[in-house]
């Protein structure tokens, strides 16, 4: 019987920490279409930046030196902009070792040509203690932009 309540109770735990994503806000000026090429290039790009954060811990050096990541801003102060927010967006929704185990794009919306707003899901295991069975949901809002022919990530200032 006691096996039983704390297999409910596990699996209402697991249940209560997922969340549905709601849609990206259209913006004031409404989104456009763009061609499908473009869209599949972007989306293509997007999942090589976000794939690379899956399983890096965001507290490490090897995480925050890697070029690639680094690539995906105009400014090393854009990059180091975004990297802190993530960084701590991860530890107050107790990401373990802030490593997500999945990074995901739930969606995007082109706002011009030259600007797509980015909805990313992050998962991982729960950091607190009597909760490492269950895992942690973080979804964030990135805006990339396209200039000089390449898409590069605008972060928020903190």
């Known amino acids: 019987m006691i096996r039983v309540a704390l297999a409910a109770a596990a699996a209402a735990g697991v249940l209560g920490c997922a969340s549905a994503s709601a849609p990206i806000p259209v913006p004031p000026g409404g989104s456009i279409a763009v061609e499908a090429l473009t869209a599949l290039e972007f989306q293509r790009q997007a999942e090589?930046?976000?794939?690379?954060?899956?399983?890096?811990?965001?507290n490490a050096l090897e995480t925050f030196n890697d070029d690639f990541l680094r690539d995906h801003f105009r400014t090393p102060d854009g990059f180091f902009d975004y990297y802190a927010g993530l960084a701590t967006a991860l530890q107050e929704a107790h990401f373990s070792k802030s490593r997500p185990s999945y990074v995901g794009v739930e969606e995007f919306l082109f706002e011009t040509p030259n600007t797509v707003r980015v909805q990313v899901r992050y998962q991982g295991q729960d950091s607190r203690p009597l909760r490492g069975l269950f895992k942690v949901d973080l979804i964030l809002s990135d805006t990339w932009v396209l200039a000089d022919r390449a898409w590069s990530i605008t972060p928020g200032r903190l």
């Open 48 to 58: 090589d930046f976000y794939g690379r954060l899956i399983k890096r811990r965001f």
